[in-house]
């Protein structure tokens, strides 16, 4: 008897086997890479070294690279481009598109309260699940990294603004302004939400926006469909070839072992936290979700960007698992903002291990005060890859985190956290699409044929 092992597959399950593949040829490639850098370096060829980076993998935005062809760069930036660009028109065509379709207040009220419930329980989960592993490794000693001074590397911070902020800039004084920045997207859910509202009170007198809107989402989603299925399997083996690449083993050796901690935490809460909300809230199977969001996770890694995943998010969470599109376009763009379960995992951690290593004593009170304030920034973190390192400098002032080693500790995290961030963002995605998921079902909206397919 043969078997096809293709047969019944649908488009979507090729694109995921597909970019399956890339990921592992591309971590073979890029393991690759990093084995001949260290070669070359060692042998004193560090100048051939040098022409392949400027060749392939060169950032040609930096000094460094204004006469380099970086032709990885290009082509993966080129990817990241194409779907960031959609990011402001399709969050709000969408949402107020969805809030055009809720004419019943009550309604809305409660799918929002559901969402936030949904968002603030991973989050206490993932914070808990941090906490844990963070204070062990703290006890164990495996955070006690002689930092030397030539560690230190350019550090960008970010403005020790109170993170209590982020609730005053939800709401936009100048909506061009919002309308040109991809970082504030939860000013732009709130302005769809407000025009959604509006038109679908006003009904039949207004028409000719609300269709100009289900115009662009139309567009949208064909752009959207080709650069998804034409290139996302390419641009998840460019991605990741080229952050392995750039990577030395002298960048990763110091911090192995907060690398570690926070890819363990991680992959446990992402097996075990997840698949056990949908399951303990729906009744539904976790293994189909897990299988069918894989591939969102798989962009979400390889661009360390959730903005770069919402597309994918939102096309697999309504056509894939059967969430209704009125939902999914509400809770995803908002999930995208404010629902950072893996960004809170590696905060909590990554202050933990800075302090350690700066020589501060830490208690369990210290750890808990630490997750409170991760959990604040976290919630306006944009989401941009880097960004959660840069945001880590809020805590860390909060905690009064402020001496010379600290700086010299944090500088290092800067410097080797782009597979974190790559790691983390798989969570950010996957807990948007469960959260999704369980509202979609808790409102009688979730196509339970479609989930179960």
């Known amino acids: 008897m043969k078997f096809n092992f293709t047969?019944?597959?649908?488009?979507?399950?090729?694109?995921?086997?597909?970019?399956?593949?890339?990921?592992?040829?591309?971590?073979?490639?890029?393991?690759?890479?990093?084995?001949?850098?260290?070669?070359?370096?060692?042998?004193?060829?560090?100048?051939?070294?040098?022409?392949?980076?400027?060749?392939?993998?060169?950032?040609?935005?930096?000094?460094?690279?204004?006469?380099?062809?970086?032709?990885?760069?290009?082509?993966?930036?080129?990817?990241?481009?194409?779907?960031?660009?959609?990011?402001?028109?399709?969050?709000?065509?969408?949402?107020?598109?969805?809030?055009?379709?809720?004419?019943?207040?009550?309604?809305?009220?409660?799918?929002?309260?559901?969402?936030?419930?949904?968002?603030?329980?991973?989050?206490?989960?993932?914070?808990?699940?941090?906490?844990?592993?963070?204070?062990?490794?703290?006890?164990?000693?495996?955070f006690n990294v002689n930092l030397a001074s030539n560690t230190s590397t350019s550090v960008a911070t970010a403005n020790g603004n109170n993170p209590l902020l982020v609730i005053l800039d939800a709401v936009p004084s100048n909506i061009t302004s919002v309308m040109s920045n991809n970082s504030m997207v939860l000013s732009i859910v709130f302005?769809?939400?407000?025009?959604?509202?509006?038109?679908?009170?006003?009904?039949?007198?207004?028409?000719?926006?609300?269709?100009?809107?289900?115009?662009?989402?139309?567009?949208?989603?064909?752009?959207l469909g080709f650069v998804i299925t034409k290139f996302s399997p390419l641009a998840v083996f460019i991605l990741v070839t080229r952050t392995f690449a750039v990577y030395g083993l002298d960048r990763l050796k110091p911090a192995l072992a907060y690398m570690l901690t926070v890819a363990i935490s991680s992959m446990l809460f992402l097996v075990i936290a997840y698949p056990l909300f949908v399951y303990l809230t729906t009744k539904l199977n976790p293994i189909i979700f897990m299988k069918k969001v894989a591939k969102v996770a798989l962009l979400g890694f390889s661009a360390a960007a959730s903005s770069a995943a919402l597309s994918l998010n939102e096309k697999t969470t309504v056509e894939e698992l059967g969430v209704s599109k009125d939902i999914a376009s509400f809770v995803l763009p908002l999930g995208m903002t404010i629902n950072m379960n893996g960004t809170a995992i590696m905060q909590v951690i990554a202050a933990i291990f800075i302090a350690a290593s700066s020589g501060y004593t830490l208690t369990i009170q210290n750890i808990i005060l630490i997750a409170v304030l991760a959990l604040i920034a976290s919630v306006g973190t944009p989401s941009a890859p880097g960004s959660s390192s840069i945001i880590l400098f809020t805590v860390l002032t909060g905690m009064g985190f402020n001496n010379e080693a600290t700086l010299i500790a944090y500088s290092l995290i800067i410097a080797i956290n782009r597979p974190i961030d790559m790691l983390i963002t798989c969570l950010n995605v996957i807990g948007d699409s469960a959260t999704a998921v369980v509202v979609a079902n808790s409102e009688g909206c979730l196509n339970k044929e479609i989930y179960n397919s």
């Not at 009170?201 to 567009?219: A, C, P, S």
Request: with cysteine; glycine share 6%; aromatic share 8%.
């Open 191 to 223: 302005l769809a939400v407000v025009v959604g509202l509006c038109i679908n009170n006003l009904g039949e007198k207004v028409l000719v926006l609300k269709n100009l809107l289900i115009d662009l989402n139309n567009i949208i989603s064909v752009f």
């Open 7 to 142: 047969k019944g597959k649908n488009k979507s399950t090729e694109l995921a086997i597909r970019m399956a593949l890339s990921l592992v040829l591309a971590l073979l490639v890029g393991t690759a890479f990093i084995l001949l850098r260290e070669s070359l370096i060692a042998n004193d060829k560090a100048s051939i070294w040098n022409s392949i980076n400027n060749i392939l993998f060169q950032d040609i935005t930096t000094e460094e690279g204004k006469n380099a062809l970086g032709i990885f760069y290009i082509l993966g930036q080129l990817f990241i481009n194409c779907l960031q660009l959609i990011i402001i028109p399709m969050v709000f065509s969408s949402i107020a598109l969805a809030m055009c379709h809720i004419s019943d207040t009550k309604k809305l009220g409660r799918i929002s309260s559901k969402t936030l419930l949904g968002f603030l329980i991973t989050s206490v989960f993932a914070l808990a699940t941090a906490c844990v592993f963070g204070f062990a490794a703290y006890k164990f000693g495996f």
